[in-house]
């Protein structure tokens, strides 16, 4: 699957923990990152969301898009 088919496949909005497992990472350092401005989020009615083009570009995965 290339780069572009793995973004495509995920949502538009990502909930917090997606992101954690998509990371690898803890959901506490997923809004540590969200809180610290570091990775972009919208406020939802159930909860925060991470668009996923703000993954791809925390992730420094943007410029691999466009290419």
Known sequence: ????????????????SEVANFTGTHERTVRR?????????VEHPSGLR????SLWRFLGLDMALSA
């Open 1 to 16: 699957m290339t780069l572009s088919d793995q973004f495509q496949n995920l949502p538009k909005l990502l909930k917090v």
């Open 33 to 41: 990152w969200i809180r610290d401005g570091r990775l972009g989020a």
């Open 50 to 53: 991470v668009p996923r083009r």
